[in-house]
């Protein structure tokens, strides 16, 4: 991601809700406080944060950062958007008054190595691929999305996002920093998954 990010943003609080760089989040928009902070992005950069929510009614400090790329406003007031995934990002300082918002800082994508990430990349790729073979449903057109992906941390965070169910391991994955245990986990998860296919 090349863009500068903003100080702070809109956070909007969901449980079970992962969003991963590069990915597309329906959201529908109907509580006054996410309306708020939906006016208030589209006035100006169009991006907002969203964040886990904990159990103990906290906010998870590892958030993924979106823009609005479409945005349906309903007579009613509520809405229906579409946010795409830009960056991890650590949010700090968060207050809750008209709506959440947060500081933020970016997070992640650490690749020391790229030579391993590669090589975990191609075995990923390859155990993908076996999947594809098994029956295993894709969207479409993701064969030739990923084939257009250059960085492994993009590359995993696609695959995850569209192929790893659980809501704690999604979580898992988008605050893991280090892009080779994130490609190593996908690896364990999609082996997990061609097993149960056959």
Same mark, same amino acid.
């Given at each position: 991601m090349s863009e500068n990010l903003p100080e702070s943003v809109g956070v909007m609080i969901l449980p079970g809700v992962t969003l991963f760089p590069g990915s597309l989040l329906p959201l529908y928009i109907f509580e006054p406080r996410y309306r708020r902070m939906v006016e208030a992005a589209l006035a100006g950069d169009r991006m907002f944060a969203v964040a886990h929510a904990?159990?103990?009614?906290g906010v998870a400090a590892i958030a993924g950062l979106g823009v609005v790329r479409?945005?349906?406003a309903n007579a009613d007031g509520t809405s229906n958007l579409i946010l795409?995934?830009?960056s991890r990002v650590?949010?700090?300082g968060l207050k809750m008054k008209p709506f959440p918002k947060a500081r933020i800082e970016r997070f992640g994508d650490?690749?020391?190595d790229p030579e391993v990430s590669g090589a975990l990349r191609a075995e990923v790729q390859n155990t993908f691929g076996q999947l594809r073979k098994s029956g295993v449903e894709m969207p479409h057109g993701f064969d030739?999305?990923?084939e257009g992906i250059h960085s492994a941390g993009a590359y995993a965070d696609a695959i995850a996002a569209a192929f790893v169910p659980d809501p704690v391991e %999604? %979580?898992?994955f988008l605050e893991?920093?280090?892009v080779v245990v994130r490609l190593a986990r996908l690896l364990h998860c999609l082996v997990r998954q061609l097993q149960g296919a056959g």
């Open positions: 904990e159990e103990d009614g479409a945005c349906v795409q995934g830009l650590r949010v700090s650490e690749d020391p030739g999305y990923l %999604r %979580r898992g893991e920093p280090k």
